[in-house]
């Protein structure tokens, strides 16, 4: 039987699939629920406009109990 994390983030992937948003896409990295690949599109009339920016988010068991980790998977400037 599926935990509540396990349903949650199911729900809304699906949420996201029907109603896709213009800023960033994601998808799951092997079939798990509990890690997704996300694509942030830089948004028009900033510096990051047109770039694309690949990061995974990692969702632990309790979630939403727990918050999710993100990591980019891009290299990044940073100016500190």
Request: charged residues 20%.
């Amino acid at each position: 039987m599926a935990n509540y994390a396990t349903l949650n983030l199911q729900r809304q992937l699906q949420e996201y699939t029907v109603h896709p948003n213009d800023n960033f896409s994601v998808g799951l990295i092997d079939s798990d629920v509990f890690e997704w690949e996300l694509t942030l599109i830089g948004p028009k009339g900033t510096p990051y406009e047109g770039g694309l920016f690949r990061a995974k988010l990692t969702f632990p068991k309790d979630f939403p109990i727990s918050p999710p980790t993100m990591q980019f998977l891009c290299d990044m400037w940073h100016p500190n």
